[in-house]
């Protein structure tokens, strides 16, 4: 049975571009049929950051995501220890990502992407790049929060230092 021969093509592209700017990559070709098991369409990190992302294209406007797509996304991303993104692109235009919280959500519980919004409030593969370097200061958080786990400080003192 063949697949979507367009989609798989602009999967490879974001591979290739997320590879390009620094990540490590991973493509996920079965994502959406052969297997039982929810996976991303790509998988993508640097040490610092990772990201799970549910690919999409079009060459019209806007793009649908089914609520299901979405759910199985969040649930992987959170069992991976990943960022979950919508990866849109539109003819003729960069990718640009999304949390799926940022996303308009259809009376049917659909997600939407139109291009306007993608080109006004998208993050790019820059702002991703972005996140990795801003990930330091995550460290001292993440090393905060260990230390109240641990009993080490108090829950007023480490928001007092965050």
Not at 3 to 10: I, L, T, Y
Not at 92 to 111: I, K, Q, S
């Amino acid at each position: 049975m063949p697949g979507n021969p367009k989609g798989d093509r602009r999967e490879r592209e974001l591979v290739n571009r997320l590879h390009d700017a620094g990540f490590a990559v991973m493509r996920a070709p079965a994502s959406g049929s052969s297997t039982d098991r929810e996976l991303p369409d790509v998988l993508a990190g640097d040490g610092r950051v990772f990201y799970a992302v549910e690919a999409k294209s079009s060459s019209g406007d806007p793009i649908y995501l089914r609520g299901e797509e979405v759910e199985a996304l969040i649930y992987f991303a959170r069992n991976f220890g990943a960022a979950p993104k919508i990866g849109v692109r539109f003819d003729r235009e960069d990718w640009y990502f999304f949390h799926p919280g940022d996303l308009h959500v259809t009376n049917g519980g659909n997600y939407r992407v139109k291009k306007e919004a993608a080109l006004a409030d998208g993050e790019t593969i820059d702002d991703l790049l972005a996140a990795s370097e801003d990930t330091e200061s995550d460290t001292s958080v993440s090393e905060v929060l260990n230390a109240v786990e641990q009993g080490v400080l108090s829950a007023e003192e480490a928001e007092e230092m965050l």
